[in-house]
Protein backbone atom coordinates (compact mmCIF):
# COMPACT_ATOMS: atom_id res chain seq x y z
CA UNK A 1 0.00 0.00 0.00
CA UNK A 2 1.20 3.38 -0.78
CA UNK A 3 1.90 6.09 1.92
CA UNK A 4 -1.65 7.78 0.82
CA UNK A 5 -3.43 4.46 2.08
CA UNK A 6 -1.91 5.24 5.35
CA UNK A 7 -2.14 9.13 5.96
CA UNK A 8 -5.96 8.62 5.67
CA UNK A 9 -5.95 7.62 9.36
CA UNK A 10 -4.35 10.77 10.64
CA UNK A 11 -7.09 12.68 11.59
CA UNK A 12 -7.89 10.09 14.17
CA UNK A 13 -5.17 11.64 16.22
CA UNK A 14 -7.17 14.23 16.64
CA UNK A 15 -10.72 13.38 16.83
CA UNK A 16 -11.83 9.83 17.99
CA UNK A 17 -15.01 9.40 18.48
CA UNK A 18 -17.23 6.73 16.43
CA UNK A 19 -14.59 5.13 15.41
CA UNK A 20 -14.59 1.76 14.23
CA UNK A 21 -11.47 -0.57 15.06
CA UNK A 22 -8.16 0.71 13.51
CA UNK A 23 -6.42 -2.04 15.34
CA UNK A 24 -8.70 -4.78 15.74
CA UNK A 25 -7.20 -8.41 16.97
CA UNK A 26 -9.59 -11.58 15.81
CA UNK A 27 -8.51 -14.47 17.80
CA UNK A 28 -9.69 -17.08 14.95
CA UNK A 29 -9.55 -19.87 16.81
CA UNK A 30 -8.47 -20.83 20.54
CA UNK A 31 -6.91 -24.14 19.02
CA UNK A 32 -3.06 -24.63 19.82
CA UNK A 33 -0.38 -27.53 19.76
CA UNK A 34 1.66 -25.70 22.05
CA UNK A 35 1.00 -25.48 25.89
CA UNK A 36 2.96 -22.05 26.52
CA UNK A 37 3.70 -21.79 30.23
CA UNK A 38 3.47 -17.82 29.49
CA UNK A 39 0.29 -17.65 27.60
CA UNK A 40 -1.64 -14.67 28.46
CA UNK A 41 -5.00 -16.31 28.12
CA UNK A 42 -3.50 -19.62 30.23
CA UNK A 43 -6.14 -19.10 32.72
CA UNK A 44 -9.50 -18.82 30.10
CA UNK A 45 -10.95 -21.97 29.36
CA UNK A 46 -10.23 -22.67 25.99
CA UNK A 47 -13.48 -24.34 24.09
CA UNK A 48 -11.98 -24.82 20.58
CA UNK A 49 -15.91 -25.47 19.33
CA UNK A 50 -18.10 -23.22 17.65
CA UNK A 51 -15.94 -20.86 15.41
CA UNK A 52 -16.98 -18.33 13.36
CA UNK A 53 -17.47 -19.58 9.60
CA UNK A 54 -15.89 -17.82 6.79
CA UNK A 55 -19.63 -16.53 6.03
CA UNK A 56 -20.47 -15.49 9.14
CA UNK A 57 -16.79 -13.98 9.22
CA UNK A 58 -17.70 -11.96 6.27
CA UNK A 59 -20.87 -10.45 7.36
CA UNK A 60 -19.28 -9.49 10.58
CA UNK A 61 -16.36 -7.74 8.22
CA UNK A 62 -18.73 -6.02 5.72
CA UNK A 63 -20.01 -4.26 9.10
CA UNK A 64 -16.85 -2.73 9.50
CA UNK A 65 -14.96 0.25 8.53
CA UNK A 66 -11.41 0.43 7.11
CA UNK A 67 -8.94 -0.75 9.68
CA UNK A 68 -4.94 -0.03 9.82
CA UNK A 69 -3.96 -2.77 11.60
CA UNK A 70 -5.34 -6.38 10.89
CA UNK A 71 -4.13 -9.08 13.57
CA UNK A 72 -5.72 -13.45 13.56
CA UNK A 73 -4.07 -14.66 16.43
CA UNK A 74 -5.32 -17.69 18.37
CA UNK A 75 -4.27 -20.27 19.52
CA UNK A 76 -2.47 -20.92 17.16
CA UNK A 77 -3.59 -19.08 14.19
CA UNK A 78 -2.25 -21.65 11.30
CA UNK A 79 -4.53 -24.35 13.15
CA UNK A 80 -7.22 -22.73 10.40
CA UNK A 81 -6.78 -23.96 7.26
CA UNK A 82 -9.27 -21.07 5.65
CA UNK A 83 -6.95 -18.36 7.36
CA UNK A 84 -5.72 -17.14 3.90
CA UNK A 85 -9.38 -16.49 3.53
CA UNK A 86 -9.98 -14.39 6.25
CA UNK A 87 -7.17 -12.10 5.73
CA UNK A 88 -8.91 -12.18 2.17
CA UNK A 89 -12.21 -10.50 3.36
CA UNK A 90 -10.84 -8.09 6.25
CA UNK A 91 -8.31 -6.82 3.11
CA UNK A 92 -11.14 -6.03 0.43
CA UNK A 93 -13.70 -5.40 2.86
CA UNK A 94 -12.36 -3.22 5.62
CA UNK A 95 -9.13 -2.55 3.48
CA UNK A 96 -7.18 -3.37 5.96
CA UNK A 97 -3.61 -1.96 4.85
CA UNK A 98 -1.22 -3.83 7.43
CA UNK A 99 -1.45 -7.44 8.36
CA UNK A 100 0.43 -9.42 11.01
CA UNK A 101 0.70 -13.01 11.84
CA UNK A 102 1.85 -14.25 14.97
CA UNK A 103 3.03 -18.61 15.07
CA UNK A 104 4.67 -20.98 17.00
CA UNK A 105 6.13 -21.95 13.51
CA UNK A 106 5.38 -25.43 14.41
CA UNK A 107 3.91 -26.62 11.07
CA UNK A 108 6.27 -25.01 8.41
CA UNK A 109 5.04 -26.32 5.33
CA UNK A 110 1.28 -25.37 6.12
CA UNK A 111 2.78 -21.50 7.01
CA UNK A 112 4.24 -21.26 3.92
CA UNK A 113 1.59 -22.45 1.81
CA UNK A 114 -0.57 -20.02 3.82
CA UNK A 115 1.48 -17.37 3.59
CA UNK A 116 2.05 -17.67 -0.07
CA UNK A 117 -1.74 -17.97 -1.05
CA UNK A 118 -2.20 -14.73 1.02
CA UNK A 119 0.58 -12.47 -0.98
CA UNK A 120 -1.43 -14.05 -4.19
CA UNK A 121 -4.19 -12.90 -3.36
CA UNK A 122 -3.64 -9.71 -1.95
CA UNK A 123 -0.59 -8.73 -3.99
CA UNK A 124 -0.67 -4.97 -2.46
CA UNK A 125 -0.78 -5.91 1.44
CA UNK A 126 1.79 -5.26 3.51
CA UNK A 127 2.11 -8.69 5.30
CA UNK A 128 4.19 -9.46 7.99
CA UNK A 129 4.64 -12.78 10.13
CA UNK A 130 6.24 -13.06 13.58
CA UNK A 131 7.70 -16.29 14.50
CA UNK A 132 8.00 -16.83 18.21
CA UNK A 133 11.60 -18.07 20.03
CA UNK A 134 11.72 -17.44 23.14
CA UNK A 135 15.14 -19.56 24.52
CA UNK A 136 17.72 -22.14 22.87
CA UNK A 137 16.82 -24.95 22.40
CA UNK A 138 16.05 -27.01 25.08
CA UNK A 139 14.71 -24.06 27.23
CA UNK A 140 12.30 -22.79 24.65
CA UNK A 141 10.93 -26.52 23.75
CA UNK A 142 10.36 -26.40 27.93
CA UNK A 143 8.17 -23.53 27.73
CA UNK A 144 6.43 -24.08 25.10
CA UNK A 145 5.68 -27.90 26.11
CA UNK A 146 6.79 -29.14 22.77
CA UNK A 147 9.83 -31.27 22.02
CA UNK A 148 11.60 -30.31 18.84
CA UNK A 149 9.61 -26.90 18.40
CA UNK A 150 12.79 -24.84 18.28
CA UNK A 151 14.22 -26.58 15.23
CA UNK A 152 10.59 -26.57 13.47
CA UNK A 153 10.24 -22.45 14.14
CA UNK A 154 13.64 -21.89 12.78
CA UNK A 155 12.79 -23.80 9.84
CA UNK A 156 9.71 -21.95 9.57
CA UNK A 157 11.24 -18.74 9.40
CA UNK A 158 13.89 -19.40 7.34
CA UNK A 159 11.63 -20.57 4.34
CA UNK A 160 9.66 -17.42 5.30
CA UNK A 161 13.26 -15.34 4.75
CA UNK A 162 13.59 -17.27 1.48
CA UNK A 163 9.80 -15.81 0.33
CA UNK A 164 10.83 -12.10 1.08
CA UNK A 165 13.14 -12.29 -2.20
CA UNK A 166 10.06 -12.77 -4.36
CA UNK A 167 7.46 -10.51 -2.36
CA UNK A 168 8.27 -6.98 -2.02
CA UNK A 169 6.00 -6.14 0.78
CA UNK A 170 5.99 -9.51 2.71
CA UNK A 171 8.71 -9.50 5.73
CA UNK A 172 9.07 -11.90 8.82
CA UNK A 173 11.36 -11.75 12.41
CA UNK A 174 11.05 -13.10 15.70
CA UNK A 175 9.38 -12.31 18.53
CA UNK A 176 10.70 -13.19 22.13
CA UNK A 177 8.16 -13.01 24.53
CA UNK A 178 9.62 -12.11 28.00
CA UNK A 179 9.16 -14.19 31.16
CA UNK A 180 10.75 -15.03 34.58
CA UNK A 181 11.26 -18.83 32.64
CA UNK A 182 13.74 -16.75 29.94
CA UNK A 183 14.96 -13.36 31.04
CA UNK A 184 18.88 -15.01 31.95
CA UNK A 185 19.03 -16.00 28.68
CA UNK A 186 17.60 -13.29 26.35
CA UNK A 187 21.32 -12.29 25.42
CA UNK A 188 22.37 -15.27 24.52
CA UNK A 189 19.71 -16.17 22.78
CA UNK A 190 19.94 -13.07 20.36
CA UNK A 191 23.59 -13.82 20.17
CA UNK A 192 22.73 -16.83 18.95
CA UNK A 193 19.73 -15.88 16.07
CA UNK A 194 22.16 -13.42 15.47
CA UNK A 195 25.35 -15.40 14.37
CA UNK A 196 23.97 -18.50 13.39
CA UNK A 197 20.12 -17.80 12.07
CA UNK A 198 20.96 -14.77 10.57
CA UNK A 199 18.02 -12.43 11.89
CA UNK A 200 17.44 -8.91 10.82
CA UNK A 201 14.52 -8.30 12.88
CA UNK A 202 13.81 -9.55 16.48
CA UNK A 203 10.65 -7.90 18.34
CA UNK A 204 9.52 -8.53 22.23
CA UNK A 205 6.09 -9.33 23.91
CA UNK A 206 6.56 -9.10 27.86
CA UNK A 207 4.93 -11.47 29.65
CA UNK A 208 0.74 -10.16 30.56
CA UNK A 209 -2.51 -11.16 31.27
CA UNK A 210 -3.29 -14.34 33.20
CA UNK A 211 -0.52 -16.75 32.09
CA UNK A 212 -1.47 -20.81 33.03
CA UNK A 213 1.72 -20.66 34.93
CA UNK A 214 1.11 -17.24 36.95
CA UNK A 215 5.24 -17.60 38.27
CA UNK A 216 6.23 -16.15 34.59
CA UNK A 217 5.02 -13.00 35.41
CA UNK A 218 7.75 -12.99 38.29
CA UNK A 219 10.01 -11.32 35.65
CA UNK A 220 13.04 -8.72 36.42
CA UNK A 221 12.17 -5.96 34.09
CA UNK A 222 15.92 -4.46 34.44
CA UNK A 223 16.36 -8.01 32.43
CA UNK A 224 13.83 -6.74 30.40
CA UNK A 225 15.14 -3.37 29.57
CA UNK A 226 18.66 -4.48 28.67
CA UNK A 227 17.57 -6.87 26.31
CA UNK A 228 15.85 -3.73 24.80
CA UNK A 229 19.03 -1.46 25.21
CA UNK A 230 20.93 -4.18 23.00
CA UNK A 231 18.39 -4.22 20.74
CA UNK A 232 17.72 -0.54 20.31
CA UNK A 233 21.61 -0.19 19.82
CA UNK A 234 22.12 -2.55 16.98
CA UNK A 235 19.01 -1.05 15.53
CA UNK A 236 21.12 2.21 15.40
CA UNK A 237 24.17 0.61 14.34
CA UNK A 238 21.56 -0.92 11.65
CA UNK A 239 22.61 -4.59 12.07
CA UNK A 240 19.03 -4.85 12.75
CA UNK A 241 16.66 -3.30 9.82
CA UNK A 242 13.37 -3.67 11.54
CA UNK A 243 10.94 -3.12 9.92
CA UNK A 244 12.10 -1.57 6.12
CA UNK A 245 9.61 -2.94 3.92
CA UNK A 246 6.42 -0.68 3.81
CA UNK A 247 5.16 3.10 3.57
CA UNK A 248 6.70 4.69 7.49
CA UNK A 249 8.80 2.02 8.58
CA UNK A 250 11.26 4.41 10.21
CA UNK A 251 7.94 5.65 11.95
CA UNK A 252 7.38 2.10 12.93
CA UNK A 253 11.21 0.96 14.03
CA UNK A 254 10.76 4.94 15.83
CA UNK A 255 7.51 3.27 17.95
CA UNK A 256 9.48 -0.27 19.07
CA UNK A 257 12.30 2.15 20.58
CA UNK A 258 9.45 4.59 22.86
CA UNK A 259 7.49 2.03 23.38
CA UNK A 260 9.55 -0.54 25.36
CA UNK A 261 10.56 2.86 28.08
CA UNK A 262 7.07 3.29 28.62
CA UNK A 263 6.14 -0.68 29.03
CA UNK A 264 8.87 -0.64 31.88
CA UNK A 265 7.96 2.73 33.41
CA UNK A 266 4.80 1.04 33.94
CA UNK A 267 5.88 -2.09 35.23
CA UNK A 268 8.48 -0.32 37.11
CA UNK A 269 5.89 2.12 38.77
CA UNK A 270 2.79 0.39 38.41
CA UNK A 271 0.42 2.41 36.86
CA UNK A 272 -1.06 4.85 34.36
CA UNK A 273 1.30 6.29 31.32
CA UNK A 274 -0.95 7.42 28.50
CA UNK A 275 -4.01 7.09 27.63
CA UNK A 276 -5.33 3.59 26.16
CA UNK A 277 -7.57 3.98 23.42
CA UNK A 278 -8.93 0.14 23.81
CA UNK A 279 -12.67 0.26 22.98
CA UNK A 280 -12.27 3.25 20.93
CA UNK A 281 -9.47 2.74 17.88
CA UNK A 282 -8.51 -0.89 19.58
CA UNK A 283 -11.12 -3.60 19.15
CA UNK A 284 -10.67 -7.27 19.92
CA UNK A 285 -13.27 -10.11 18.73
CA UNK A 286 -12.68 -14.25 20.27
CA UNK A 287 -13.47 -17.07 17.86
CA UNK A 288 -17.33 -17.45 18.73
CA UNK A 289 -17.61 -14.08 17.91
CA UNK A 290 -17.60 -12.37 21.50
CA UNK A 291 -16.67 -8.73 20.78
CA UNK A 292 -13.91 -7.29 23.51
CA UNK A 293 -12.61 -3.83 24.01
CA UNK A 294 -9.35 -5.68 24.32
CA UNK A 295 -7.89 -9.26 24.59
CA UNK A 296 -7.01 -8.72 28.42
CA UNK A 297 -10.49 -7.56 29.40
CA UNK A 298 -11.84 -10.57 28.24
CA UNK A 299 -14.21 -10.63 30.94
CA UNK A 300 -15.88 -7.38 29.55
CA UNK A 301 -17.59 -8.60 27.01
CA UNK A 302 -19.53 -6.33 24.77
CA UNK A 303 -21.85 -8.98 23.27
CA UNK A 304 -21.76 -11.57 20.24
CA UNK A 305 -21.95 -10.75 16.66
CA UNK A 306 -24.34 -13.83 16.33
CA UNK A 307 -26.85 -12.08 18.98
CA UNK A 308 -26.90 -8.80 16.40
CA UNK A 309 -27.12 -10.46 13.05
CA UNK A 310 -23.23 -9.60 12.74
CA UNK A 311 -23.62 -6.31 12.89
CA UNK A 312 -20.29 -5.54 14.74
CA UNK A 313 -21.12 -1.83 14.95
CA UNK A 314 -24.22 -2.35 16.58
CA UNK A 315 -22.13 -3.42 19.60
CA UNK A 316 -19.40 -1.55 18.88
CA UNK A 317 -21.90 2.14 19.37
CA UNK A 318 -24.08 -0.10 22.11
CA UNK A 319 -24.75 1.69 25.55
CA UNK A 320 -22.77 -1.32 26.94
CA UNK A 321 -19.56 -0.43 25.16
CA UNK A 322 -20.04 3.10 25.91
CA UNK A 323 -20.15 1.79 29.72
CA UNK A 324 -16.60 0.32 28.94
CA UNK A 325 -14.91 2.87 27.34
CA UNK A 326 -15.99 5.18 30.19
CA UNK A 327 -14.44 2.97 32.73
CA UNK A 328 -11.54 2.50 30.41
CA UNK A 329 -11.17 6.39 30.32
CA UNK A 330 -12.60 7.11 34.32
CA UNK A 331 -10.22 4.50 35.97
CA UNK A 332 -7.22 5.35 33.40
CA UNK A 333 -6.83 1.91 32.49
CA UNK A 334 -3.30 0.28 31.98
CA UNK A 335 -1.26 -2.02 31.22
CA UNK A 336 1.78 -3.56 28.85
CA UNK A 337 0.17 -4.67 25.73
CA UNK A 338 2.23 -3.96 23.09
CA UNK A 339 -0.37 -3.58 20.17
CA UNK A 340 -2.57 -1.40 21.55
CA UNK A 341 0.24 0.61 22.96
CA UNK A 342 1.07 0.97 19.06
CA UNK A 343 -2.50 3.02 18.32
CA UNK A 344 -2.08 4.52 22.28
CA UNK A 345 1.42 5.80 20.85
CA UNK A 346 0.92 7.09 17.36
CA UNK A 347 -2.54 8.44 17.76
CA UNK A 348 -1.59 10.25 20.87
CA UNK A 349 -0.48 13.74 20.01
CA UNK A 350 1.50 14.50 23.58
CA UNK A 351 3.59 11.42 22.58
CA UNK A 352 4.29 11.59 19.18
CA UNK A 353 7.43 13.88 19.85
CA UNK A 354 9.32 11.48 21.44
CA UNK A 355 8.63 8.82 17.99
CA UNK A 356 9.76 11.87 15.97
CA UNK A 357 12.75 12.22 17.78
CA UNK A 358 13.60 8.24 16.99
CA UNK A 359 12.64 8.63 13.77
CA UNK A 360 15.31 11.19 12.95
CA UNK A 361 18.34 9.24 14.84
CA UNK A 362 17.37 6.19 12.71
CA UNK A 363 17.28 8.39 9.96
CA UNK A 364 20.68 10.01 10.53
CA UNK A 365 22.16 6.78 11.32
CA UNK A 366 21.10 5.90 8.12
CA UNK A 367 22.37 8.77 6.35
CA UNK A 368 25.62 8.46 8.27
CA UNK A 369 26.30 5.24 7.14
CA UNK A 370 25.83 5.88 3.41
CA UNK A 371 27.88 8.84 3.49
CA UNK A 372 30.74 6.57 4.83
CA UNK A 373 30.27 3.90 1.38
CA UNK A 374 27.93 1.52 3.47
CA UNK A 375 25.61 -0.36 1.90
CA UNK A 376 22.26 -1.19 4.23
CA UNK A 377 21.44 -5.01 3.92
CA UNK A 378 18.55 -6.70 5.36
CA UNK A 379 20.51 -9.16 7.44
CA UNK A 380 23.80 -9.84 9.48
CA UNK A 381 26.21 -12.65 8.05
CA UNK A 382 25.44 -16.34 9.18
CA UNK A 383 28.33 -18.23 10.83
CA UNK A 384 28.92 -21.55 9.73
CA UNK A 385 27.41 -23.78 12.68
CA UNK A 386 29.27 -26.25 14.15
CA UNK A 387 28.30 -29.48 13.24
CA UNK A 388 27.16 -30.22 16.66
CA UNK A 389 24.96 -27.21 16.26
CA UNK A 390 23.82 -28.10 13.01
Known sequence: MSSLHYLKYAKRIFYKRGASPLYFVYFV?????????????????????????????????????????????????????????????????????????????????????SVKTMLEENPDLDLHIDVSIDGLPELHDEIR???????????????????????????????????????????????????????????????????RDPAAKNFDISKYEEFHRVLEEDNKRLILSGYYKMPFSDVLNAKRIVRPRIIAKTVRENRYQIPCYAGTLGGAMFSKGQVLPCELRWRDVIGNVRDVDYDFMKLWLSPKADEIRQDIRKNKCFCTYECFLTINILFNPLVLPRVGWEWAQLKWAKLRYRLAGGRITQAPPVEEASPENK
Not at 46 to 64: F, N, R, W
Not at 67 to 73: C, E, R, V, W
Not at 165 to 180: D, G, L, R, W
Open 29 to 113: TERCNARCKHCLLGQKRADPTGELTIDEIAKVSASMGDMLFFTPTGGEPFLRRDLSEIVHIFHVNNHALNVGIPTNGSMPGRVLN
Open 145 to 211: QVPGLFHRAIETYKALRELEHFYPKFSTCIQVTVSAFNQHQLLDLYDYLKRKVGVNTVFTLLTRGEP
